[in-house]
């Protein structure tokens, strides 16, 4: 079985761009969350997909969206990119209908480089 | 914020001896995960612990949980260079009293392993 597929794997913006990256979960999975890491702020939640309906949301600005399609792919986007938006973004898929329980899988990220 | 916190930030091993990484947490979960990150690359699932269990193993990994004392440590056992990455702990809380988190979990800052051959 295939594992999540981010793209692109590498990005290089310029401040004031928008910037959208894409994420296919594993077969079967309906969850899909987004993380972004960086060194100095680790790894913090931005935002989490079951059925095309977002169910939760981390502590970051209206700048960054996402959606999920019917076929549980995801995108996520960021508008008016900034300095500090560079970072890995990590998508994560999961099996269960709610994440009790039920580990992640994680895709290898879309390294966002913002100058 | 993060709610994980590890210990130690960064640990030199030579192969075949045992790593203890700790994590420590701030609120009620209902189960904490480990999870190994290599360099760049995304992090793979290791080991589950749900709330009302003390201890897991995974082959030469060994996971307790001490909920009263809300900490966790992960002892990987006869290391070998391949071990080499960051660990992280995360903590699945529920959202709300006896709820989910909808996929949010936390993570500590995270433990570097390197393990020398």
């Known amino acids: 079985k295939a594992g999540v597929t981010q793209t692109p794997r590498y990005l290089i913006k310029t401040r004031g761009q928008q910037v959208t990256l894409s994420c296919s979960p594993i077969s079967g999975h309906r969850s899909v969350s987004w993380y972004q890491q960086t060194p100095g702020q680790g790894l913090q939640f931005l935002f989490e997909?079951?059925?095309?309906?977002?169910?939760n949301k981390g502590n970051f600005p209206g700048r960054f969206s996402g959606r999920q399609f019917s076929n549980s792919r995801s995108e996520m986007n960021v508008s008016t990119l900034e300095l500090g938006d560079s970072a890995l973004y990590l998508c994560?898929?999961?099996?269960?209908?709610?994440?009790?329980?039920?580990?992640?899988?994680f895709g290898n990220g879309t390294r966002l480089t913002v100058t | 914020s993060q709610q994980g916190e590890e210990d130690p930030q960064a640990l030199s091993i030579q192969e075949g001896e045992n790593a203890t990484m700790n994590c420590s947490y701030k609120?009620?979960?209902?189960?904490l995960q480990w999870y190994r990150q290599n360099s760049g690359r995304g992090l793979v699932h290791l080991i589950l612990?749900?709330?009302?269990?003390r201890e897991k193993h995974s082959g030469r990994l060994r996971v307790t949980l001490d909920t009263s004392k809300k900490s966790s440590s992960l002892l990987i056992t006869a290391s070998r260079a391949a071990d080499t990455a960051s660990y992280f702990c995360a903590t699945d809380a529920p959202a709300n009293a006896g709820g989910t988190s909808y996929g949010k979990l936390t993570f500590g800052q995270g433990t570097i392993l390197t393990v020398h051959p």
């Open positions: 609120t009620s979960i209902n189960n």
């Open positions: 994560a898929s999961s099996l269960a209908a709610v994440s009790y329980n039920s580990p992640l899988h």
């Open positions: 997909y079951f059925s095309e309906t977002q169910r």
């Open positions: 612990i749900r709330s009302n269990e």
